[in-house]
């Protein structure tokens, strides 16, 4: 299993500015996701993040508005840049600790741009 | 390229009610895993159940089981006496038994339990 730690729970932001969400994991973990996902709506990945690579982006996303940090095999951050209301949403990170198990994901980071 | 599909956007059960979550799923592949997340409102997602594509048996969990359909490709989810505490978003997922570890999300329903 996996435990993680994802800050901020929520914040309030005004647009243009940026906004760094962190998630820090109990074990070691190769890869993890960060998810965008709307209220109500299901989940929509951003990115895959691996330790020691660049993150790998699904279409519609792009790394200079939202770069990733992956600095070891416990944490990783997302930074949402120049921030619109557009980019209210709910991000979550998750991890798959092993081919055979479940995903495993943080509290989620509520966020209001204004 | 594999789909998951929730028909429900929304259901409603009388609390001590059984229910029954619909999920059905396009793949080429025979290697894969099936979930079924729960999301409350705080926004936690917590695993509810999973299924190996390559066990027979359904998966159960006290008052949560499936019925897993591998021919027809449908995933199912039934809960059994039903709780307040069973009110949240259900989601389907799907993982192909590659390493690539992604997941493909259905669209969610939401379940609403009537006291």
């Known amino acids: 299993s996996a435990v993680i730690s994802q800050k901020p729970s929520r914040d309030i932001c005004q647009r243009g500015t940026s906004l760094t969400i962190q998630c820090q994991v109990d074990s070691q973990v190769t890869m993890m996701f960060w998810y965008r996902q709307q209220p109500g709506q299901s989940l929509t990945l951003i990115a895959t993040a691996n330790q020691g690579s660049e993150a790998t982006y699904e279409s519609g996303f792009v790394i200079d508005k939202f770069p990733i940090s992956r600095p070891n095999l416990t944490f990783s951050t997302l930074t949402v840049s120049n921030m619109s209301p557009e980019d209210s949403s709910i991000y979550l990170c998750s991890v798959v600790p092993q081919p055979n198990t479940e995903a495993f994901f943080g509290q989620g980071t509520r966020l209001t741009v204004v | 390229a594999q789909t998951v599909t929730q028909s429900q956007p929304e259901m409603s059960v009388q609390e001590a009610e059984t229910v029954t979550l619909s999920c059905t799923y396009d793949t080429s592949e025979s290697d894969y895993y099936l979930f079924w997340y729960k999301q409350p409102p705080s926004r936690q997602m917590i695993l509810v159940i999973r299924?190996?594509?390559?066990k027979q048996q359904n998966a159960t969990e006290n008052r949560f089981s499936v019925n897993f359909q591998k021919a027809a490709k449908s995933f199912s989810l039934k809960i059994s006496d039903s709780q307040l505490g069973d009110a949240a978003m259900y989601f389907c997922a799907y993982r192909s038994g590659q390493s690539n570890y992604q997941l493909i999300w259905g669209a969610g329903t939401k379940l609403i339990i009537k006291p």
């Open positions: 299924q190996e594509a390559y």
